[in-house]
């Protein structure tokens, strides 16, 4: 028994191990990712309450010889703590602007075009000049005004008057903010009525729980009355069926996103998705 106790420490022991140094190889491979081109983009449907595509989200992917598919939940924390979101960061930013503009051209009308950021992009002091070159570059003053930021929570309880800043440059030049995975963090009111958002995206725990506990409807019912108050539009993510769409929209939800739609598609399949929605 004792031998099996100690087989037991040395198992555990082992798979900590491994996990750490997976987490080594996945930084280390992370360095390559970019030159290998192992980094490609997906982007989510956002329909509005008639059920039309009018939007969507950049969700980044990632996949390598050794791993396969690599979650971005993995491989951002990582960027962010070694550095490399910032590279990562403007790869994902000029492949987003280059596919709006893309389809701007190609008379694919959507209304808005959102993408992640990072807090640590924020404060890489060259940030807003990467951006506006950027936007240059690729966008038309039509398609910079499509362009949706989102941003978590956590960047209002960093230098706030700092961001709010950043932001309100960013805004002249045509660019909006949403405040993603709101609910789940520390916003506090007051930071939420002087952040220069326009949006704010119901986080997906919320509405998954939607048929299982009132609290959650309660919760979803006050992040849009509240919302209204503060003339915000609102996205809900996370929308995996009929029930859930039709009980945000009753309650004033404006776009929805979410497997009952449609995963995030490659850039093909979201120009077929696009063309069949249309036609119905
Ligand atoms: P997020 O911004 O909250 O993105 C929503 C996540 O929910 C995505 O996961 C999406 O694929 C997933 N999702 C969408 N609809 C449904 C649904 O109906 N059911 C379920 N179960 N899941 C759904 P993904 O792509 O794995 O992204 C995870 C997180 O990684 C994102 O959460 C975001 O925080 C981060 N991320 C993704 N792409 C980027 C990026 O380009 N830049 C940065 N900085 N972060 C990114
Ligand atoms: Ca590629
Ligand atoms: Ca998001
Ligand atoms: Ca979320």
């Given at each position: 028994a004792k031998a099996q106790g100690r087989d037991g420490i040395i198992v555990f022991n082992e798979a900590l191990a491994k996990r750490v140094e997976y987490h080594l190889e996945?930084?280390?491979?992370?360095?390559?990712?970019?030159?290998?081109?192992?980094?490609?983009?997906?982007?989510?449907?956002?329909?509005?309450?008639?059920?039309?595509?009018?939007?969507?989200?950049?969700?980044?992917?990632?996949?390598?010889?050794?791993?396969?598919?690599?979650?971005?939940?993995?491989?951002?924390?990582?960027?962010?703590?070694?550095?490399?979101?910032i590279e990562l960061g403007h790869y994902i930013m000029e492949e987003s602007f280059?596919?709006?503009?893309?389809?701007?051209?190609?008379?694919?009308?959507?209304?808005?075009?959102?993408?992640?950021?990072?807090?640590?992009?924020?404060?890489?002091?060259?940030?807003?000049?990467q951006v506006e070159a950027l936007a240059e570059k690729y966008l038309s003053d039509r398609t910079?005004?499509?362009?949706?930021?989102?941003?978590?929570?956590?960047?209002?309880?960093?230098?706030?008057?700092?961001?709010?800043?950043?932001?309100?440059?960013?805004?002249?030049?045509?660019?909006s903010f949403s405040l993603d995975d709101f609910g789940t963090g520390y916003s506090s009111l007051s930071s939420l009525r002087q952040m220069p958002i326009d949006e704010l995206k119901v986080d997906r725990t919320f509405v998954s729980h939607i048929n299982k506990?009132?609290?959650?409807?309660?919760?979803?019912?006050?992040?849009?009355?509240?919302?209204k108050i503060f003339n915000l539009k609102t996205v809900a993510e996370g929308v995996e069926n009929e029930e859930q769409f039709e009980f945000l929209k009753s309650n004033g939800c404006n776009?929805?996103?979410?497997?009952?739609?449609?995963?995030?598609?490659?850039?093909?399949?979201?120009?077929?998705?696009?063309?069949?929605?249309?036609?119905?």
């Open positions: 996945l930084e280390r491979r992370l360095y390559f990712a970019l030159e290998h081109n192992e980094i490609d983009l997906r982007y989510q449907p956002q329909m509005n309450s008639s059920k039309e595509l009018v939007g969507c989200e950049v969700l980044v992917r990632w996949r390598n010889d050794k791993f396969g598919f690599v979650p971005p939940a993995e491989f951002i924390g990582i960027a962010e703590k070694t550095g490399l979101i280059k596919t709006l503009q893309t389809w701007d051209a190609q008379g694919i009308e959507l209304e808005q075009f959102s993408i992640n950021l990072s807090v640590r992009q924020f404060f890489n002091s060259d940030f807003l000049n910079r005004k499509k362009v949706v930021f989102e941003v978590t929570e956590t960047i209002l309880i960093e230098d706030m008057y700092k961001i709010i800043a950043i932001m309100n440059k960013l805004r002249r030049i045509g660019i506990y009132e609290s959650d409807k309660l919760m979803i019912t006050t992040i849009l009355a509240m919302a776009l929805f996103q979410g497997f009952y739609f449609s995963k995030a598609l490659e850039h093909r399949a979201f120009e077929t998705f696009y063309l069949n929605n249309r036609e119905q």
